[in-house]
């Protein structure tokens, strides 16, 4: 199944970020300094969700988190030499601590205010957050493909950021409806990639015992 965010958007993205990588990489900006930045932009961003209910800024800063995460991957791929394991580590790492900040703050935020029941849809995005990346991670690590599923991590940003803005400009149902939607396709997702493992194991064993 298709994601939300299609190839051909992506594709679009990439006239914006390949320039700003270029430039980044020229003056001697590294891949890896993107990440952190980007990571602690992230958590930044979320002191103003879960403690000041400044929706608009934390929008604004997630969304930015979005681009450094296409950033650093587009500048590793531009970058001459080769490229060592390590800032990939490093970019899953930040990702699952960037995850974290926004969902644990919007926990914090919405529980704060009594509205447990979203404070605990946030709770779940998370958790399905960290379960699509690691299923995802583990496939691969055990030599199975496992590109599939409705949501990534850039369909979960920007649904952050957009609902934060529309919340923050008056929408006040805004940002729920956009958790209660991720935490409905994230575990989708979830399942969606397991699914595509299971297929990848079974067609693998019945080669082996044809």
Not at 2 to 7: D, E, N, P, W
Not at 25 to 46: K, W
Not at 159 to 179: E, M, P, R, S, Y
Request: aromatic share 8%; hydrophobic share 50%; with cysteine.
């Amino acid at each position: 199944m298709a994601k939300i965010l299609s190839v051909s958007a992506r594709a679009g993205m990439a006239h914006i970020i390949e320039p700003i990588s270029r430039v980044l990489l020229r003056v001697g900006v590294t891949p890896n300094a993107v990440t952190v930045a980007g990571t602690i932009g992230v958590v930044f961003g979320s002191v103003f969700f879960g403690t000041r209910g400044h929706f608009i800024i934390g929008g604004i800063f997630v969304t930015v988190a979005c681009l450094t995460d296409m950033i650093d991957g587009t500048m590793a791929r531009l970058r001459p030499g080769p490229n060592g394991k390590f800032g990939a580590l490093l970019d899953s790492s930040m990702d699952r601590v960037a995850d974290a900040a926004i969902f644990g703050s919007l926990v914090y935020w919405f529980g704060v205010h009594d509205d447990w029941t979203t404070a605990t849809v946030a709770l779940v995005c998370l958790v399905a957050s960290v379960l699509v990346s690691y299923v995802k991670a583990r496939a691969e690590g055990l030599g199975f493909t496992c590109n599939v599923g409705l949501v990534e991590r850039s369909e979960r940003l920007i649904g952050i950021g957009l609902g934060a803005a529309t919340t923050g400009f008056g929408v006040l149902w805004g940002l729920q409806a956009v958790i209660w939607i991720l935490a409905v396709l994230s575990i989708v997702t979830a399942w969606q990639r397991l699914r595509h493992v299971y297929k990848q194991d079974q067609a693998a064993l019945s080669e082996t015992v044809a």
